[in-house]
């Protein structure tokens, strides 16, 4: 069996543009699908998936399939493919993250799709395509946010940097999850007095925190690996850094059950993490 290559910074940087068109195709299909007349079914951890899910999934698959035929690529909707542990590189892909959101009418649903060399994430795409938005970035290069019509053919896109501490005396703005709550999350926004609370459906708070406009992300409870990896590069190559709680790094594609992140937390500021 040969081998998957690894691709660094510089192959992943090749990448960008082909891939950011499939995303964006995979976006204006998700908006194709009525929301008043699609089916709904619930899977086996009860969360819900539509035939947007499986829209997006397939173009997605589709196109990485032609474009990079060697490297595999974890979809949330055929986990029954995976092979982990996964060696050098692989895609990992959220065809729709916010389902939840989707279905109840709200635009705050996104396409996220990551590549993951060695364990971490490299390049990140981010698009809510109700929102005219995509955030992208590769680690070590930098990383910007496009404003785009919603068929994505007209493309704005300008750099974009995570902000500084705010320091003691300012509140820090948090990004929460809409749909998701848990105690030691509540418990570590509550030791910063004063925070201020963004509530945000899906990864759009990774692209808030990348672009500057929120301080922190923490999620203390167990989430999919697909949900992060994305952000994760987004993030990390706007400036900021994810961490466990106790400002470990995380790995991707390992063979953990479940495909699950037990936490993380989102730092805007990397010099935040040990303060």
């Not at 990140?124 to 955030?135: E, K, M």
Request: glycine share 10%.
């Amino acid at each position: 069996m040969t081998e998957t290559p690894a691709i660094d910074r510089d192959a992943a940087a090749a990448l960008m543009e082909p891939l950011t068109d499939i995303v964006v195709q995979a976006g204006a299909a998700i908006l194709a699908v009525s929301r008043a007349t699609m089916l709904v079914e619930g899977k086996s951890d009860g969360s819900p998936v539509t035939e947007a899910d499986m829209a997006a999934h397939r173009i997605i698959a589709d196109g990485l399939a032609k474009l990079a035929p060697d490297i595999p690529a974890l979809s949330e909707e055929r986990t029954d493919l995976a092979a982990r542990p996964y060696k050098n590189s692989f895609f990992l892909v959220d065809p729709l993250d916010g389902t939840k959101e989707f279905v109840a009418g709200r635009d705050e649903f996104t396409v996220n799709v990551a590549l993951i060399t060695h364990g971490a994430p490299v390049l990140g795409i981010i698009a809510a395509p109700a929102l005219g938005l995509l955030w992208r970035g590769i680690v070590g290069r930098g990383a910007e946010r496009l404003l785009m019509t919603k068929d994505g053919k007209a493309r704005s896109a300008q750099p974009i940097h995570t902000r500084p501490h705010p320091g003691p005396r300012t509140a820090w703005i948090v990004a929460v999850s809409r749909s998701h709550g848990d105690k030691r999350t509540e418990a570590f926004i509550a030791a910063r007095p004063g925070a201020i609370r963004q509530a945000l459906g899906s990864a759009v708070k990774f692209g808030r925190i990348a672009e500057g406009g929120a301080d922190i992300y923490p999620r203390l409870a167990p989430t999919s690996e697909w949900d992060v990896a994305a952000g994760h590069a987004v993030v990390t190559a706007a400036g900021g850094r994810i961490t466990d709680s106790k400002g470990a790094a995380l790995c991707f594609g390992e063979a953990r059950e479940d495909f699950l992140v037990p936490e993380f937390i989102a730092w805007g500021d990397p010099a935040a993490v040990d303060q």
